[in-house]
């Protein structure tokens, strides 16, 4: 089973900040890597697919990039709205599995 | 628009059964897989299988093989979950949603608790 291991698990950040989620996979998954929102009591929403591709009606603040084992998703010009769960998504290989996951809290 | 609207929330004791429904609309429903996710609370997100509605072919995750079963009804464009022989640490939020790999709709979530 590919393990992903994402950091950091929760980062405080001030509006306008940039930010930036790493996600480690244990063994290469190409570009099959995709990332979700989750707000509180929300179901979880589609970001970035194939570790660089936007979503339709996603704000171009959020983008992603990396190949292999290590992945990134950057939040530009952080807004209060962003404060959310983020999580990193696999399905190269099976099973699909997901990072544990990264908090952010807006200051 | 593209929707899943899944069944309501579920008390179960332990040992038994729960079966989850998501019908869905807005797409040709044999287009695409339904993955099926769970989120114990205050935890992340686990993923259980999912299913091809175009053949019915499943994949489960392996922790979960023998006690759950995803089928669908082309007929209805509904897809189903069954979990059975039911613990405390299955008490969870269950989603359906699109796509076996970027997933990109999601059910609002059921509520399964076991408890006794």
């Known amino acids: 089973e590919i393990v992903l291991t994402q950091s950091p698990d929760f980062q405080s950040v001030t509006p306008k900040e940039k930010v930036t989620i790493t996600c480690r996979a244990s063994q290469s998954i190409g570009s099959s890597l995709h990332w979700y929102q989750q707000k509180p009591d929300q179901s979880p929403k589609l970001l970035i697919k194939y570790a660089s591709q936007s979503i339709s009606g996603v704000p171009s603040r959020f983008s992603g990039s990396g190949s292999g084992t290590d992945f990134t998703l950057t939040i530009n010009s952080l807004e209060a709205e962003d404060a959310a769960a983020y999580y990193c998504?696999?399905?190269?290989?099976?099973?699909?599995?997901f990072g544990q996951g990264t908090k952010l809290e807006i200051k | 628009q593209v929707q899943l609207v899944q069944s309501g929330a579920e008390v179960k004791k332990p040992g038994a059964s729960v079966k989850v429904s998501c019908k869905a609309s807005?797409?040709?429903?044999?287009?695409?897989?339904i993955s099926w996710v769970r989120q114990a609370p205050g935890q992340g997100l686990e993923w259980m299988g999912w299913?091809?509605?175009?053949?019915?072919?499943?994949n489960y995750a392996q922790k979960l093989q023998g006690r759950v079963t995803m089928t669908t009804d082309t007929s209805t464009s509904t897809a189903y979950m069954e979990l059975r022989s039911l613990r405390s640490d299955d008490t969870a939020v269950y989603y359906c949603?699109?796509?076996?790999?970027?997933?990109?709709?999601w059910g609002q979530g059921t509520l399964v608790t076991v408890s006794s």
């Open positions: 949603a699109r796509g076996a790999y970027s997933i990109d709709y």
């Open positions: 807005g797409y040709t429903f044999t287009s695409y897989g």
């Open positions: 998504h696999q399905s190269s290989s099976l099973p699909y599995t």
């Open positions: 299913i091809s509605a175009y053949n019915g072919n499943t």
